[in-house]
């Protein structure tokens, strides 16, 4: 898929005008800018602005892109998003109501226009799809679908029942007119646990049956609340989907793994492992490896971005990293096995090395293929040019 | 059909209009509704069906018995953490595996903390906008606004400027035309009671709310790593103390206790000067409404939890009282065996499930599931749209469970029936002085609004109960003693060829349960029955309706265009669909039946 062609596009959202909301009412001419919105709740400039390098800073740009926020913000409509829900738990939006920076009530108020959810909204029944049908039709190819769960294909998708028909119809309803598809969550990316081995009802990932949008994973059981909203506010902000590796993860936060930022992994490198739980290394903070820590082979952002306003993640918590953002994760042993792809190990050299004098047993792999972790590293992005 | 009589006292008759409520939002998962309205819109004949399958228990057939719990939380992520302690409790009950007064203490904290946060959540997100009206809340005026939170509590965001700012919030936003999540809700309803000033009160502690739930799920974090989805441990739980030495930093240290510790406070502070006083305010107006009572009046039921003491499996030891009221006899509580096969049945009569004898019952530990999906003849529309269900037959993806053949009841309103009943002051008192305040008899509590209110006096005993026992984990520490986890048998060597156990919670909507069978090291059967699986059961062999159901008979609708009564009584509930529809089978060998047609 050619990068431009997922670019998100709109037409000239400045010129977009709505004359009637869905009751029939007649409203201001032009749709409200984000700046709009934060003008009128009382917000003035120099907050605004404040806000915007705030927003910058978060999304770990540089103070140079300040400039580009505060245009986008007070320039364009709030972009509508229909979040649908599949076979799921609903942790995806229990984890989005989490998000610190921005608040949920802010992105949901002022950002983006969620005019449907159904585990949020108002409206139900018919009245909630009419809100459906609203949508698609006033902003066609303009609005974004945001999709929690995934659709099981067996049973003719009756495992999972909308409306008296199957999720799956809807889904590729609502997909047909939007600009992008956010994959929420491990369910929409890879299938998750309902797809675990060996998956009854035959749940399936978005991007195997949307096959003609462009479809942003964003995978984690569930992903991390900030980066949520990094990635939705980073699309409305720059008007284009964020740049993604060749699985369709976005880069910025699922191009590193857990291992390689871990604050523990000074004592992987050192050779210094919790052996039981609650032994004195545990309560030292030692490394989890030989406790089945999975950080090792998992991209994800919890040991940069951590948890719930950066109070921890499971690693500093005393548990291994699982690896819920990886696909699979759910097939690959007990969660308490230790990792044996070492292949997979260590994106810097340098420290591979260090960990392989220390670590002995865990380092020989790790030496083995030190040089083919580069290779591949190098490989993966050219890749990921021709396929992004 | 016309009119029948159902065992447990209800006259259905499926003769007037139907209306159908699909999907029904504002709750877990994915539920449809319908109902058959006289001609005086009162609701004669009410079908919930649960409109999902996930299948998870054949997932774990030859998994590791530790890692259910991370399976199994994925059952839901609303109550996260619930489930997975109930599967490290089953699991330890097999095995006989003794844990740490630690971690049991720090177990309750996390518990705990989701009771509260969840209920908190669920009447601001999910249910207060079935008795507040949004677009009334424009009409408010700030300054009477302020006078009336001022008159309820002593919270301190109530000033004037504050509602002017919340009003003109409001406003700007309803004028840009984009309503987003309140695009075409039922604004101006006749059913909504409330004055305008105190819609906007809600309003405001509607994203009030929406800003604090966060902050009370970071105690997960701290213990668990995460929130949704925080880790557990078969034998305690993962986190490590250190309070004195080198390398506390990555445990559980003074910092961490204190984080905890101050959030706990302001929990309480939020429930009591926000939540409880919104309650109250909003069932004032709401007083003459009390309709939707359905099973609660007859029969409930409660496991027990919150165990003070490790290992302690006597009832005594459980903060949440247990036992089972039939027949509406408050004056006879009885106790509930999770184990004797004689008590807890499933039947699959009117569920897309197929038993070897359709009307039998069967055990969680002899269960069975294969899902069949078909529909009855009197069903409108066709396999892939359906229009109108048809209940002689099967129409739901939840099965129906009995205990001693009677459909139960389940939730924070049965939890406080069976305190209330019992006589236990932390239930009664609380229940008591709240109906006196409204000038309401005890009969009001079996209700829709009793429902809702049980709700938001349980988040307050649990907020207490969490100071409690963060309090009793500073206190353990400080007599020396700081193991979180028991690893003797850990390793499954340790463990007998063949063992079965059950763990038991109260969820936060209503009593969980998990029963596991454990042969070579590996899980060979592993069963779950929910809250939602007891109170959104559809009917057994015997006629009897489910919780849902019952609630939701003779209540009239204002508009029939605008069911709003029919989502208050099952928002009540809260109800939560992901968790309901599991139910495995023994084997799994009914995979190769489920057809792709």
């Known amino acids: ?388 | 059909m016309t009119a029948t009589q159902t065992p447990n006292g209800f006259a259905l008759d499926n003769s007037g209009k139907r209306i159908v409520v699909d999907p029904v939002t504002r709750i877990e998962g994915h539920m449809r509704c319908e109902v058959n309205l006289d001609e005086n819109n009162v609701i004669r004949n009410a079908v919930s069906s649960g409109t999902m399958w996930r299948g998870l228990e054949v997932i774990l057939k030859g998994r590791d018995p530790r890692d259910a719990w991370a399976f199994t939380e994925r059952i839901c992520g609303v109550c996260t953490g619930t489930h997975a302690l109930t599967s490290v409790r089953a699991v330890e009950d097999a095995l006989n595996i003794q844990i740490p007064e630690n971690a049991n203490t720090i177990r309750n904290i996390m518990q705990l903390t989701l009771q509260a946060q969840d209920h908190l959540v669920h009447f601001y997100h999910l249910h207060a906008l079935d008795w507040v009206d949004v677009v009334s809340a424009l009409k408010a005026d700030p300054k009477a606004t302020s006078e009336l939170a001022q008159s309820i509590s002593p919270w301190g965001k109530s000033s004037p400027g504050y509602f002017l700012d919340i009003s003109s919030r409001l406003k700007k936003f309803v004028e840009s035309g984009q309503l987003g999540p309140f695009a075409n809700g039922y604004w101006g309803s006749p059913a909504y009671k409330l004055p305008p000033e105190a819609n906007l009160m809600a309003v405001a502690h509607y994203l009030e709310a929406l800003d604090f739930q966060k902050e009370m799920v970071k105690i997960h974090t701290v213990y668990g790593g995460k929130n949704p989805h925080p880790n557990w441990l078969v034998g305690g739980v993962p986190c490590a103390i250190n309070v004195d030495g080198v390398g506390a930093v990555g445990a559980v240290n003074m910092e961490r206790l204190n984080l905890v510790s101050s959030i706990i406070d302001r929990t309480i502070e939020f429930i009591e000067q926000v939540y409880l006083p919104d309650l109250k305010a909003i069932a004032t107006f709401y007083k003459d409404w009390l309709h939707g009572g359905g099973l609660s009046g007859k029969n409930v039921m409660s496991y027990g939890d919150i165990p003070e003491y490790a290992n302690d499996r006597s009832l005594k030891n459980l903060l949440l009282p247990h036992g089972a009221i039939i027949n509406g006899n408050l004056n006879e509580i009885h106790d509930v065996d999770l184990k004797d096969v004689e008590q807890i049945q499933e039947f699959v009569t009117h569920s897309w499930y197929r038993y070897d004898n359709e009307n039998a019952g069967l055990h969680p530990f002899q269960g069975v599931t294969e899902p069949r999906f078909e529909l009855g003849s009197k069903t409108k529309g066709t396999r892939t749209n359906i229009e109108n269900l048809d209940e002689s037959a099967k129409y739901s993806w939840i099965k129906a469970p009995r205990w001693r053949g009677h459909a139960m009841e389940v939730g924070p309103l049965a939890r406080y029936i069976i305190g209330y009943a019992k006589g236990i002051p932390d239930f009664k008192e609380p229940v008591d002085k709240l109906l006196t305040d409204l000038g309401l008899p005890v009969s009001a509590l079996f209700s829709t609004l009793g429902r809702t209110a049980a709700r938001g006096l349980e988040a307050q005993y649990c907020a207490h109960l969490m100071k409690h026992f963060q309090d009793k984990l500073v206190a353990t520490i400080k007599s020396g003693d700081l193991s979180t986890a028991n690893t003797t048998k850990w390793e499954p060597a340790t463990w007998p060829k063949e063992a079965r156990g059950v763990g038991t919670t109260e969820a936060p909507r209503g009593a969980l349960g998990h029963w596991v069978v454990i042969k070579d090291g590996k899980i060979d059967n592993y069963q779950c029955i929910v809250p939602t699986t007891w109170n959104g059961s559809p009917r057994d062999p015997q006629g009897n309706i489910g919780a849902f159901e019952a609630a939701l008979m003779n209540t009239q609708v204002a508009n029939a265009e605008q069911p709003l009564e029919i989502l208050r009584t099952l928002h009540s509930f809260d109800p939560c669909l992901a968790c309901s529809t599991h139910i495995m089978d023994k084997d799994g060998k009914e995979l190769t039946r489920v057809k792709v047609l």
């Not at chain 1, 159904?118 to 139900?124: E, R």
């Not at chain 1, 992008?180 to 369910?187: E, F």
């Not at chain 1, 090395?353 to 083995?368: R, T």
Request: some cysteine; hydrophobic content about 35%; charged content about 25%.
């Open chain 1, 1 to 388: 898929m050619n990068r431009h062609a997922g670019r998100f596009d709109r037409t000239s959202p400045v010129s977009m005008t709505i004359n009637k909301d869905s009751r029939g009412k007649i409203m201001s001419e032009r749709p409200d800018s984000f700046y709009d919105v934060m003008r009128r709740q009382g917000i003035s400039r120099r907050s605004f602005l404040k806000y915007c390098s705030l927003t910058a800073s978060s999304l770990a740009l540089g103070p140079q892109f300040v400039g580009n926020i505060v245009h986008a913000m007070e320039t364009k409509p709030r972009t509508p998003v229909l979040w649908l829900h599949g076979l799921e738990c609903t942790c995806c939006s229990e984890s989005f109501i989490r998000s610190a920076h921005p608040l949920a009530k802010d992105v949901v108020l002022s950002m983006l226009s969620l005019d449907y959810d159904d585990t949020l909204m108002a409206a139900a029944g018919f009245q909630a799809e009419a809100v459906m049908e609203d949508t698609i039709r006033k902003y066609k190819g303009r609005y974004i679908l945001a999709v929690e769960g995934n659709p099981p294909l067996n049973e003719d998708g009756m495992f999972c029942i909308v409306g008296g028909k199957p999720f799956v119809e809807k889904l590729r309803y609502a997909a047909k007119d939007c600009a992008a598809v956010i994959a929420w969550g491990s369910c929409a990316s890879w299938g998750c646990v309902q797809a675990a081995k060996p998956n009854p009802t035959k749940a399936t990932p978005v991007h195997k049956v949307i096959l003609d949008k462009p479809v942003i994973k964003v995978p984690g059981c569930p992903p991390i609340a900030e980066v949520m909203t990094a990635v939705i506010t980073y699309m409305l902000t720059f008007d284009k989907l964020p740049d993604l590796d060749s699985q369709g993860r976005p880069k910025m936060f699922y191009g590193q793994r857990i291992h390689d930022k871990c604050y523990r992994r000074p004592h992987f490198d050192a050779g210094q492992f919790v052996e039981h739980w609650d032994d004195d290394a545990a309560r030292k903070g030692y490394c989890l490896y030989k406790m089945g820590c999975k950080g090792p082979t998992t991209y994800n952002a919890c040991s940069t971005v951590k948890w719930n306003d950066g109070v921890s993640f499971p690693i500093q918590s005393g548990h291994g990293c699982i690896g819920c953002s990886e696909e699979s994760f759910w097939d690959k042993g007990s969660f308490y096995d230790r990792v044996t792809e070492l292949n997979v190990f260590g994106v810097e050299a340098n420290a591979d090395k260090i960990g392989i004098v220390a670590a002995g047993a865990v380092g020989a792999g790790i030496a083995a293929h030190a040089a083919a972790s580069a290779i591949r590293h190098k490989n993966k992005e050219t890749k990921s040019k021709e396929n992004v």
